[in-house]
């Protein structure tokens, strides 16, 4: 995850142990995420993503990429791989 440091300019690790980082951002920063936008695209665990998801490299993985806004200022850009046998991916419009 990539903060930008000028909002964030006090955040530690620590706070994000503490609290989600959603929350962190709201009640220590007064911001809040207004828009996300994420994509998911097909690609292999590499071997040091491997050790940390308790798996192979070069099995199946999703590669997920968000994009976080407060309004239109780009607050958080996350890369995230998950294992292909345990990805599920649950949609709900309302």
Not at 8 to 14: D, M, N, R
Not at 49 to 72: C, G, S, V
């Amino acid at each position: 995850t990539y903060l930008p440091k000028k909002i964030f300019p006090k955040l530690t690790a620590t706070d994000l142990v503490q609290k989600p980082m959603y929350d962190v951002f709201r009640d220590d920063y007064n911001v809040q995420v207004t828009r996300a936008v994420e994509s998911f695209s097909a690609a292999f665990i590499r071997q040091e993503e491997a050790e940390y998801l308790d798996t192979q490299a070069n099995l199946p993985a999703m590669l997920i990429k968000r994009y976080a806004y407060f309004h239109d200022q780009l607050i958080e850009y996350t890369i995230s791989v998950a294992r292909g046998d345990k990805f599920v991916y649950t949609v709900e419009l309302t």
